[in-house]
């Protein structure tokens, strides 16, 4: 049994169509096991989670709205008191019964896959939802009196313009969401996505730069905090769950595929839906040395905009490298503290690699 784990990840697999680009662990035509899944997940916290409280519990998938909403209360209601609790919805799945039996079940924070207002992009990444949907989605949202939603965006999508991302992006803050996640498309190599488009996103992944400068200077621009490479809050909220990963904190992960870090081990649950339904987690175990937890604390600790406490951390860092970043006016080292300039952060991980020993 895990003891202390202050965050808590549950999978919930099951779409009702595999996009071309996703890499997830998803489960599709498999309605009839909802319920049987959800029996499943609550035998693994049983055995794993030892009652201790918990901060954050965040329902990813898959499309955790497209499990039976009888099934997915009756986890949601079985599932320990936390300050943020977070749903994953893709638009066309919130109906205001949803929206409502949500609140009533405790969630205070959903994230909605909007991905693209353009009809034609949702297409080319086999998205079912609407522009219409999206907005009806975050409406039926706010009537249920949901104070704390964010709404995820891609860019670098095959035949993406930089005047469509400008577009996306002013319709998603013309909705008012707290907080923004854009994420640049990453389609794994041998996909029938990769294979579809290949050439296309090949001449995106030269634009990567641009539209990522324009993803900062238009959401800053209009007041949102730039809080984590890929992220954006107003109003102080932040996403806690994730947070918590970036500064390194344990959390325990339920479900086919989820992953676990727990002190020195990270161990991930099997992929295949009938071995854990059976109660097989055949678990891959990798253990962590202090060097190695150091390292990751690093990389995951300068995402974010605040300076990383060094304490415990400096053998992870190669000086000369550092020297080297200080001197181009990407990272400033206070000593107690490590962060990166505006110009740093632009660079991301090509500035980390560089420091990180």
Not at 31 to 58: C, K, M, N
Not at 128 to 136: H, N
Not at 223 to 244: I, M, P, S, V
Not at 305 to 312: C, S
Request: aromatic residues 8%; charged residues 25%; proline residues 5%.
């Amino acid at each position: 049994m895990t003891r202390g784990a202050p965050h808590l990840y549950v999978h919930l697999p099951f779409c009702a169509h595999r996009c071309g680009y996703c890499d997830f662990v998803t489960a599709t035509g498999r309605d009839h096991l909802h319920g049987a899944y959800v029996d499943a997940l609550l035998r693994e916290l049983h055995q794993e989670h030892d009652g201790s409280p918990v901060e954050t519990i965040f329902l990813g998938g898959g499309t955790p709205t497209y499990t039976a909403l009888p099934e997915l209360l009756r986890l949601l209601r079985a599932l320990p008191p936390a300050r943020e609790l977070t749903v994953e919805a893709n638009p066309e799945t919130v109906t205001p019964e949803l929206a409502r039996e949500l609140r009533g079940a405790r969630v205070n924070r959903v994230s909605l896959g909007a991905q693209t207002f353009q009809p034609h992009l949702l297409r080319v990444l086999e998205r079912r939802a609407t522009p219409a949907d999206v907005t009806r989605a975050f409406g039926h949202l706010r009537d249920a009196g949901f104070d704390n939603l964010s709404l995820d965006l891609i860019y670098g999508i095959p035949g993406q313009t930089p005047a469509q991302l400008a577009t996306d992006l002013a319709e998603a803050i013309a909705l008012g969401p707290e907080h923004i996640s854009a994420y640049e498309l990453e389609a794994k190599p041998g996909t029938r996505f990769t294979i579809a488009h290949g050439a296309e996103l090949e001449r995106q992944a030269e634009r990567m730069e641009d539209y990522f400068e324009r993803v900062v200077v238009q959401l800053t621009g209009a007041g949102y905090r730039w809080y984590e490479t890929a992220n954006f809050c107003r109003d102080g909220k932040r996403a806690q769950h994730n947070l918590g990963y970036w500064l390194g904190h344990d959390y325990l992960g339920l479900g086919m595929g989820a992953v676990s870090t727990l002190g020195h081990e990270r161990r991930r649950n099997t992929p295949k839906l009938g071995r854990y339904l059976q109660g097989h987690y055949d678990r891959e175990i990798e253990l962590l040395d202090e060097d190695t937890r150091a390292r990751e604390r690093v990389m995951l600790g300068l995402r974010l905009d605040e300076p990383l406490p060094l304490r415990g951390l400096r053998s992870a860092l190669d000086a000369e490298g550092l020297a080297r970043a200080e001197q181009l006016g990407l990272a400033v080292d206070a000593g107690d503290t490590l962060g990166l300039t505006r110009r740093g952060r632009f660079l991301g991980g090509a500035v980390t690699a560089e420091i990180v020993a």
